[in-house]
């Protein structure tokens, strides 16, 4: 049975964590086991459920209540359900992007990096990726595209803030993923990888590069947008790889880079 509650004025309480809060209090660094986070439309939202993350409270279009979001009221049980004519979800920044529901939903404790790394061949490392739209981009071609998991530095945004987990059509929660503590390449190498450093040198490998595909365990590391990886952070990789580039253009939203990059250096049967 949902407990559903009406919402006639946008300054009512119940919608403070989905209009008035920001992403960083919703993250609640002092009390992180109190943390939320917002999942935006059904997909995003069925996904986080089947990843095993608790609703808090949902958000919606009164007239989904019988129609698009029939199938998640199911199985939420009695988490309250606040809902709203559209002219008034409407007030909410980016509603109308989100096709009529939103779910706030707990956080779950990160795993370690040796945790995530375990039994993976393939995985990929963002270094101050900012532009939580490029997060999302980068983790929804990881998933599609081979790779077993992504590590993330401090300084990138988070995967689960509203726009990165949207962008991404819900793969942050089909997935592995987690934080780094540092900049530091030690760790990810002490547990076996060759690291990669996607830059535009002169000196790089092609990223069809034979040599590439044949490591056993690869990370594959994605500069931040504009400047990409640091000299000392090239320096520090085993290889540094460049996807060849045509008609003068001289490089790749990191976005786009990282569907290519995925793309030819995942484990293939045929190379396995």
């Keep these: 049975m949902n407990n559903i509650i009406e919402i006639t004025d946008f300054l009512a309480p119940e919608l403070d964590v989905y209009a008035r809060l920001t992403e960083n209090q919703l993250v609640n660094r002092e009390c992180p086991e109190n943390g939320l986070f917002i999942a935006e439309s059904p997909k995003v939202i ?75 061949s393939r995985i990929v490392i963002l270094d101050k990726v900012m532009n939580p739209t490029n997060v ?9 595209l081979g790779m077993d998991a992504v590590l993330l530095t401090p300084g990138c945004s988070d995967p689960l803030y509203r726009r990165a987990a949207r962008v991404s059509m819900g793969t942050v929660f089909q997935i592995d993923w987690t934080f780094l503590r540092d900049d530091s390449l030690d760790e990810i190498k002490a547990l076996g990888f060759k690291t990669v450093a996607m830059a535009l040198k002169d000196n790089s490998l092609s990223v069809g590069d034979p040599r590439l ?46 569907a290519v990059a995925f793309y030819q250096l995942a484990v293939r049967p045929d190379i396995v």
């Design 213 to 258: 595909t044949a490591e056993k365990r690869l990370a594959v590391i994605m500069g931040t947008e504009g400047d990409g990886l640091s000299d000392g952070t090239i320096s520090d990789c085993d290889y540094t790889v460049k996807i060849p580039m045509y008609h003068g253009v001289d490089s790749l939203n990191v976005a786009a880079a990282s």
């Design 136 to 144: 999302g981009a980068i983790i929804r071609s990881a998933a599609a």
């Design 46 to 120: 069925e996904r986080a459920l089947d990843d095993g993350y608790q609703p808090v409270s949902c958000l919606m279009e009164k007239k989904h209540i019988e129609g698009e979001g029939r199938g998640i009221l199911d199985r939420i049980g009695g988490v309250p359900v606040f809902c709203a004519e559209f002219d008034v979800l409407t007030q909410l920044t980016g509603f109308k992007l989100t096709r009529g529901m939103l779910c706030a939903m707990k956080r779950k404790p990160l795993p370690s990096v040796r945790e995530i790394c375990e039994n993976k």
